[in-house]
């Protein structure tokens, strides 16, 4: 049946309503990347953002439900957060995407997207794959060394750490609350966030 959809060419507006930006953690599953997300998006409603989470549990239970871990699927179901960060982004939100995302040319195409209307600011969630799997208490790394999951990011399927990311955090050696000040100080550096005020 898709083939016989055609996307309708609607007005394209120009305007944003600025300050918006996307903040997309990369990292293995088990790396930390969900549990700094919920640390730093009330820190940033806090200093005034609207802030949109997109996790990438989430985005599979709804937008990409039905998908699966080929890297065609994959592929899409980034591309798809990349769109949608884009025009929340458009509209002055803070957009806070923590999903795996493996490959580094579908990241590079997510941040085409996003920058086309604000600042995508990549940060790379780091921690080894023996970590993230005593961290892992659904036992989906175990099942993987088995071969009982297939095309699993880091054991069956590779993991493409980012180039050239904005901050790397290492989550075996900070605390998400120290990872998140990090991240917090790297926003107000470029202006994105307003310096906290004094107590």
């Known amino acids: 049946m ?73 592929d899409t179901n980034i591309e798809r957060i990349g769109w949608v960060a884009s025009r929340l982004t458009r509209h002055g939100a803070t957009v806070i995407c923590a999903a795996i995302s493996p490959y580094e040319e579908t990241r590079r195409k997510a941040r085409h997207l996003v920058e086309q209307f604000g600042p ?41 750490p980012p180039l050239s990311p904005e901050l790397t955090l290492d989550t075996e050696h900070d605390s998400a609350e120290e990872d998140a000040a990090k991240v917090l100080s790297l926003l107000e550096e470029r202006q994105l966030i307003p310096a906290a005020q004094p107590a």
């Open 2 to 74: 898709s083939e016989h959809i055609y996307g309708h060419e609607h007005p394209e507006s120009d305007r944003t309503r600025g300050g918006g930006f996307t903040l997309w953690f990369t990292g293995l599953s088990g790396s930390g990347k969900t549990t700094i997300a919920h640390v730093i998006g009330p820190l940033l409603e806090e200093r005034g953002h609207i802030v949109e989470y997109m996790d990438g549990d989430t985005i599979r239970t709804h937008l990409s439900r039905g998908l699966g871990f080929s890297k065609e699927d994959r």
């Open 120 to 160: 995508f600011v990549e940060v790379f969630v780091k921690a080894s794959v023996d970590e993230c799997a005593r961290r892992d208490v659904k036992g989906l790394y175990e099942k993987a060394f088995k071969g009982e999951i297939k095309e699993f990011t880091g054991v069956s399927d590779p993991y493409e």
